[in-house]
């Protein structure tokens, strides 16, 4: 009887957990407008994962579609069942940040480091069931409030923010169209915060943080039969003229073109200046 | 003149001193308002916390003042914070956070220093927090929050029964919510107690669509001063009513019907505003639902409290209108009435005052068959009882509190005035001897219970003092004259009478103080109390013209003073997960016991009673408890007072003639498995217990079934065993499922008609429940229960089966309309009989929402017009057969209109 009480309390022991083995898994739900027309907010999930003072945030969708292609498992379907508006992932560890973007089939990577000012304010809100309190900065050409309980003291929160007291569990930009707000939050198994990526280092393009907004922009700029081109041709426009010639050089001229990326909506805006 | 400290510059002179005192100054102002608070995080186990959130504020936890600085520390566990003190501040706090470990705030001098604080694990870690639309579970720390329109079915309307549906959650017939087999202490609505333990008023009038949430509380304590100081146990619901209610609403529900005409009424009007709430409830019928238990207190209220109150005497047996083992809408025969309204006002923001009052009168009655054999050595006697019982009960009830709940402060009181009021009649037939027993009852009580709270050290001091007062008068005429040979009388007697009195004052109080050294915490509770009772009792033969002489033990006026006061010492250490707790009580009485002033008699008794207890949380799901305790009680009042009493019309009693002292030595193990995401829940629970009292009862039964109970001054001893478990699971995502089963052995001692026996009783009990609606065209309810008894008195052994069904079908047949078919089947037989006791009841519903508000029901209640319950069972050397009457077939038509 002994031995058979012994057994039962190992077996439950070996289920106890320390904080050291376990990682945070945090949701939030994602609110934006990436054209300033639309006249509907687009909504997806994004996952943080914090262990210590290392964190990696991508779309949910994305990290579904990683996870399948590093099992080998994807099939056309997947594509479109994870399909997702951004692709960046946004590795900190200490106040650096490593992002990761893809623009068509290219990746790009940036560093940078985190220097966030935060005003903490006064005010006090309920949200999610959690006692907030607020802070504002300023960040890529936008002012952010940001809502954090110290209920969770987590220093992270969605995108590039963080160096709260406090989780942030809502952070919204002074225009109402990027929004983040907290959906779910777990502890989870430690596993290491890595994306995988199809292809090597080598063929990454790095850059840094203003030029490859500047890219971005551009590439959003295009119409859908331009980015088609852009792909096709391995990066470049072919302008098919009257005369049957081509042209393929990048041009902007098109008034069309111009519309659009002043209706153009990106999460940072400071590559404007 | 000229200026020996001055330095010449740019052809000015300028007195250096001065200005040399300036800067000097300058600096040192600078240096002092500049504060550097540095250090390493460790746990208790010297082990470096990394990545701590550390917060500088102006109060503590900084959950109210400014956040003046705030850091992450390093990976080796190592902060800075740096402050310009530019408001001078004497001292300031300093929060330590992380999700692991428990808060630690720290008030400090606002100056530079090293600060090199320890923190202690925490033993429930962060709870999966999950939102999904499919569950609709919130989960934060102890807090578990339930969407009711993911937890509601189609056919739920008030919002018991949303609550019903909760994992884990058991209601009682009349109302009780019990969550993981404990009584809820609390049910709020809006986060404010407004019927203070009398929640089924509520639970049953709020209809489901006016609630947005229920919250479930664990580790709750109601007093603000207790958040974070106080561990607790105890568990609380509440209600989040819908923003867009309006500020009346509440349920109207009306039912008629034939060939008995039938009626029931229910209104339940509720009022919600910021300050005000109140809640009122008209509830009247005659269609087999007892209205006794509405508006009555189902909580547990404070257990320091429950340990100080009376124990209200209740000497003689009113006429017995239960059923047994069939649910009551089947075979109530009753009128009832009841009236309630309790109304609660907010001052200011944590000022309440309350009030309730409320009526309730039952009129009900039974036809019963029973026919008793009782065992006694190689001998026996049969008992046949045709009875035909009829009780009216009248209840008042006015409440009174006022309370204060701050977070350094927590102040009430409360004034109950109560008056009750029974009369009943029994014709009996016992072995063809025809019986008249009638029955009155009239009692009131008066209590006013008082309860302070405040900090002294930080620490908790609670005080609390309880004033009772307790009257009682009971009469019963039994004719014709019953133990004759007991009470005897020279003359031709026609009836027997009894007549009790009783008084009880209750003057008690306690207080409570906890202190911290190093690990362990000592609670140390002293409680003093103070009863003095008094029964007056008359027992006579009667008829027209003469009265036996009433003196003692026939007639007796008993006075008992007790003083007693109950030194406890709590202490409780944790180490990592394990929690120890070693309880010691000591308890003095005194016992003053006057008879008719003749007998005085004096008592003292110390006991000194431990309690020691080990509880291992494993993890967020699983925990293990091990107590064991030894305890010593004495008689109460009831069990002292001396004199002859007939307590019904078959039975006699006299009570021992000293203070029985019982000792109980009893052990429990404890294991839980709780996955509140996934609706499962385990429970474990085996139970030793060993009684060793003073007197052995001694019961007589003679031919016509008149059984007498005395008591011998002989070593008793009983022994019981018992293992209960019980699991909450959902199979499939679909099928609800709670299963029980409970094993239990007992062993107990006692004399029947001079022949000492040993009586064994095993019970085997299994109960299923199972629950299947996925808000599709049908739902299904069944709930199964086996129990199967065997008793042994020396060589006899009998054993009882007994089974029941119930079934509960819904088919939805359009978005609008819904038939329900109920089955509920009882079999019973024994094992000496080839008898074997079948009932079966079969109801059919038709229901109606034509509107969102309203709904329509047509049902035909016991299709087959049974007219009969029959059961059998069995306990130490008894075996009964039993059989009372149904309601019949009745034909109802009835609405249901939310508010």
């Known amino acids: 009887m002994k031995y058979l009480l012994l057994v039962l309390l190992s077996s439950m022991l070996s289920h106890a957990q320390s904080s050291r083995d376990n990682m945070y898994s945090i949701t939030y739900l994602n609110s934006f407008k990436d054209r ?24 949910y969708n994305v990290m579904e579609l990683d996870s399948l292609l590093k099992k080998g498992t994807v099939t056309d379907s997947d594509y479109n069942r994870y399909f997702s508006h951004n692709k960046h992932t946004i590795n900190i560890s200490d106040n650096t940040i490593k992002y990761r973007d893809e623009i068509s089939e290219e990746v790009y990577s940036y560093e940078e480091k985190l220097n966030l000012n935060w005003t903490l304010g006064q005010d006090t809100k309920l949200i999610k069931g959690y006692s907030c309190k607020s802070a504002t900065v300023t960040y890529g050409g936008r002012q952010w409030k940001a809502w954090y309980t110290l209920d969770l003291p987590i220093s992270f929160g969605p995108y590039k923010f963080k160096g709260l007291p406090g989780l942030i569990v809502k952070i919204t930009d002074s225009t109402q169209t990027y929004d983040f707000e907290l959906y779910a939050i777990v502890e989870r198994k430690l596993k290491p915060l890595e994306k995988y990526f199809k292809k090597p280092d080598t063929e990454i393009i790095k850059t840094d943080r203003l030029t490859f907004n500047k890219v971005k922009a551009s590439y959003e700029s295009l119409s859908l039969n331009e980015k088609l081109n852009y792909n096709n041709l391995g990066g470049k426009i072919k302008i098919f003229k009257a005369d049957g010639n081509t042209d393929e050089s990048l041009s902007f001229r098109n008034p069309k073109r111009i519309e659009k990326s002043k209706d153009l909506n990106l999460i940072e805006v400071d590559y404007k200046k | 003149m000229p200026c020996r400290s001055c330095n010449t510059i740019n052809n000015l002179s300028l007195p250096l001193t001065p200005y040399l005192v300036f800067v000097l100054f300058l600096i040192s102002y600078n240096s002092n308002s500049q504060i550097k608070i540095e250090g390493v995080v460790k746990d208790t186990s010297n082990v470096s916390v990394p990545f701590i959130s550390v917060i500088m504020s102006s109060s503590s936890h900084g959950d109210n003042g400014d ?20 408001n001078s501040l004497d001292s300031v706090y300093v929060t330590f956070r992380h999700l692991s470990y428990d808060v630690k705030s720290i008030k400090v001098k606002a100056k530079s220093q090293v600060l090199n604080p320890r923190l202690t694990l925490k033993n429930n870690r962060l709870e999966d927090v999950l939102i999904s639309t499919k569950k609709n579970i919130v989960i934060k720390e102890d807090t578990i929050t339930y969407n009711v329109k993911g937890l509601k079915k189609i056919k739920d309307y008030t919002i018991e029964e949303v609550i019903n549906r909760i994992p884990g959650v058991t209601i009682a017939e009349n109302g009780q919510i019990k969550y993981k087999n404990k009584s809820i202490s609390h049910l709020y609505i809006n986060g404010v107690d407004l019927l203070e333990g009398r929640y089924n008023i509520a639970t049953r009038g709020i209809p489901a669509e006016a609630v947005e949430s229920i919250e479930v509380l664990q580790r709750h304590n109601h007093a603000l001063i207790d958040k974070k100081r106080t561990p607790s146990n105890k568990v609380a619901f509440n209600l989040n009513i819908k923003d867009n209610k309006n500020i009346i609403f509440g349920s109207l529900k009306s039912d008629a019907g034939l060939p008995l005409l039938t009626a029931n009424i229910d209104v339940t009007p509720i009022y919600i ?9 008209i509830k009247a019928n005659n269609i087999g639902e007892s209205l006794e238990s509405n508006g009555t207190n189902l909580t547990n209220d404070n257990i320091d409290f429950n340990f100080l109150k009376l124990d209200k005497l209740d000497v003689l047996n009113a006429p017995n209108i239960l059923g047994e083992g069939l649910t009551q809408k089947f075979w109530l025969d009753n009128e009832s009435l009841s009236i309630t309204n309790d109304i609660l006002v907010k001052q200011k923001k944590d000022f309440l005052f309350k009030a309730g009052v409320s009526y309730n009168s039952d009129d009900s009655s039974i036809e019963r068959l029973s026919n008793s054999i009782f065992f006694f050595g190689n001998d026996s006697t049969e008992v046949n009882q045709a009875t035909n019982n009829n009780l009216k009960n009248d209840n008042y009830y006015i409440g009174l509190s006022q309370e204060v709940n701050r977070a350094n402060l927590y102040f009430k009181n409360k004034l109950t005035l109560n008056a009750y009021k029974s009369r009943g009649e029994s014709f009996v037939t016992q072995n063809t001897l025809p019986i008249n027993y009638r029955y009155d009852d009239s009692r009131f009580w008066i209590s006013n219970t008082l309860n302070l709270k405040f900090t002294v050290a930080d620490k908790i001091l609670n005080n609390a003092l309880l004033v009772e007062y307790f009257n009682n008068q009971e009469n019963i005429n039994i004719f014709p004259s019953v133990f004759e040979d007991k009470i005897p009388s020279d003359f031709n007697s026609e009836q027997t009478n009894q007549r009790v009195k009783s008084e009880q004052l209750n003057l008690s109080a306690f207080s409570q103080y906890n202190i911290k050294l190093g690990e362990t915490t000592l609670g140390l509770t002293q409680k003093i109390s103070y009863k003095a009772e008094n029964l007056d009792s008359d027992l006579s033969q009667r008829n027209n013209e003469e009265q036996t002489a009433i ?17 406890l010492l709590k202490s409780h250490y944790q180490w990592k997960s394990f929690k120890f707790n070693l309880q010691t009580e000591l308890r003095y009485l005194n016992l003053n016991q006057v008879e008719s002033q003749d007998i005085n008699l004096n008592n003292n008794f110390i006991f000194l009673q431990p309690n020691f207890s080990i509880h291992y949380k494993v993890n967020s799901k699983w925990s293990f408890l091990t107590d064991i305790s030894e305890t010593t009680t004495i008689s109460n009042f009831s069990e002292l007072f001396p004199g002859l009493i007939v307590t019904d019309f078959s039975n006699l009693i006299r009570n021992p003639n000293d203070i029985n002292v019982t000792k109980i030595l009893s052990g429990n193990l404890f294991l839980k498995y709780s996955n509140v995401l996934r609706g499962f829940f385990l429970n474990n629970n085996t139970s030793v217990n060993h009684l060793q009292s003073d007197f052995t009862i001694l019961n007589t039964i003679n031919s016509s079934g008149l059984i007498e109970a005395n008591f011998i001054e002989q070593p008793n001893l009983t022994r019981t065993l018992s293992n209960t478990t019980s699991i909450t699971k959902t199979f499939f995502r679909l099928i609800n499922t709670e299963l029980s089963y409970r094993y239990s052995y007992s062993l107990t001692e006692q004399f029947f008609n001079t022949i000492s026996q040993s009586n064994i009783n095993i019970f085997h009990n299994a109960a299923i429940e199972l629950n299947l609606d996925n808000n599709t065209w049908y739902g299904i309810t069944y709930a199964g229960n086996i129990n199967y008894g065997i008793s042994r008195v020396d060589e006899f052994e009998t054993t009882n089966l007994f089974l029941k069904h119930n079934l509960e079908l819904n088919f939805y047949t359009t978005a609008k309309t819904r038939f329900n078919l109920e089955f509920e089947s009882v079999s019973s037989s024994l094992s000496d009989s080839d008898t074997v006791n079948n009932n079966s009841l079969f109801n059919i519903a038709f229901f109606y929402k034509p509107k969102k508000k309203l709904f329509l029901k047509a049902s035909l209640f016991n299709v087959f017009n049974e007219t009969f319950f029959n059961s059998i069972f069995n306990n130490s050397n008894v075996i009964s057969q039993t059989q009372f009457s149904l309601r019949p077939r009745q034909f109802t038509i009835g609405i249901n209109y939310s508010l």
């Open chain 2, 67 to 86: 956040i003046l600085a705030f850091t992450t520390a390093n990976s080796n566990g190592y902060y800075t914070l740096n402050l310009n003190n530019q």
């Open chain 2, 551 to 567: 003196n003692f033990p026939f007639s007796s006026d008993f006075n008992l003073k007790t003083f007693e006061t109950n030194s």
């Open chain 1, 36 to 59: 300033l027309s639309q006249n509907y907010q687009s909504k997806e999930y994004s996952r943080l994962l914090v262990s210590g003072n290392q964190s990696i945030y991508q779309l």
């Open chain 2, 273 to 281: 505003k910021n300050k005000v709430q109140n809640i009122s409830s």
